[in-house]
């Protein structure tokens, strides 16, 4: 790219920000602050003797959190409202017809490179037996069984690819009703559930450090369940549809619940797999 060429994009970048600016009618330091720039760097953009641009993964922060496309931003199109345009910073997802799993597997490969952050509503996916899976969702032939002992596969081998981080925060009152057969696990038996308790302490410990297990107290914290999917997306799980989040504002929120949920862990990665053999040996 020659030198006219820079000038003139970061010329039409720094128009366009400035729009977005103007639209918002806050302060430069809280408007770097919600698009997850550095001041510094916010005045660096503005600044007309500037040819300075933001890197691939800044621009498309800030186009998500103002509801623009990374084109508009870059002056490459006149509307900033056009077909291709950025996600609204809330969807609805219905997870009806295996769609939810369907979901769940393209935004973990878009999330390739990146850390996932996931709060389970019972047992990961990828660490269920058949036999709590046939009891959570019906026999192994039914449609929602097969979605998702098929999700749980892909899921499994995603976590062993080696560029994977996956955190996982879960209560420990779940294994802990697992292990009794109390609470939704009344009606499994005494054998599916030490079977259960025991697979996950293989998998915890073969997956390590790429899958790393919290376990939490959840009188004292409490996390609907969700994913966290790098800096793209957050999905709640709310049963019959996906709550999706993609403003940067929103995600780094439940980002930083998550890592509350992690301090407050009264067992890590470093104790998950032995709790879970003390459990199952009760």
């Known amino acids: 790219m020659s030198g006219t060429d820079k000038r003139e994009l970061a010329?039409?970048?720094?128009?366009?920000?400035?729009?977005?600016?103007?639209?918002?009618?806050?302060?430069?330091?809280?408007?770097?602050?919600?698009?997850?720039?550095?001041?510094?760097?916010?005045?660096?953009?503005?600044?007309?003797?500037?040819?300075?641009?933001?890197?691939?993964?800044?621009?498309?922060?800030?186009?998500?959190?103002?509801?623009?496309?990374?084109?508009?931003?870059?002056?490459?199109?006149?509307?900033?409202?056009?077909?291709?345009?950025?996600?609204?910073?809330?969807?609805?997802?219905?997870?009806?017809?295996?769609?939810?799993?369907?979901?769940?597997?393209?935004?973990?490969?878009?999330?390739?490179?990146?850390?996932?952050?996931?709060?389970?509503?019972?047992?990961?996916?990828?660490?269920?037996?058949?036999?709590?899976?046939?009891?959570?969702?019906?026999?192994?032939?039914?449609?929602?069984a097969a979605a998702k002992a098929d999700q749980g596969r892909r899921l499994l081998a995603y976590t062993r690819r080696p560029e994977t981080d996956m955190e996982v925060c879960m209560p420990l009152q779940t294994l802990e009703q697992l292990a009794a057969g109390t609470g939704i696990w009344t009606g499994l038996s005494e054998g599916a559930r030490r079977e259960q308790l025991d697979h996950m302490a293989r998998l915890v410990e073969e997956l390590y450090p790429t899958f790393r297990l919290f376990l939490y107290d959840s009188r004292v914290r409490f996390s609907p369940p969700y994913t966290v999917f790098g800096p793209q997306r957050a999905a709640?799980?709310?049963?019959?549809?996906?709550?999706?989040?993609?403003?940067?504002?929103?995600i780094r929120a439940l980002t930083r619940h998550f890592d509350m949920l992690i301090r407050a862990a009264s067992i890590g990665p470093d104790r998950a797999a032995g709790h879970l053999r003390d459990l199952a040996s009760r």
């Open 11 to 144: 010329a039409l970048f720094r128009e366009r920000l400035g729009i977005l600016m103007a639209r918002r009618g806050e302060p430069p330091s809280r408007f770097a602050a919600r698009v997850g720039l550095d001041r510094s760097a916010l005045s660096h953009f503005l600044d007309a003797a500037s040819t300075r641009m933001p890197r691939a993964e800044a621009l498309c922060d800030i186009a998500r959190s103002e509801g623009v496309t990374t084109d508009w931003l870059l002056g490459l199109t006149q509307s900033a409202a056009d077909a291709a345009a950025i996600a609204p910073a809330i969807e609805i997802e219905q997870t009806e017809n295996g769609r939810g799993d369907t979901l769940l597997a393209s935004w973990h490969q878009q999330a390739v490179g990146y850390k996932i952050r996931y709060v389970p509503g019972t047992i990961p996916d990828l660490l269920r037996t058949e036999a709590v899976l046939t009891y959570e969702f019906g026999a192994p032939e039914t449609v929602k």
């Open 236 to 250: 709640l799980f709310l049963g019959s549809f996906y709550l999706v989040v993609n403003s940067v504002e929103h």
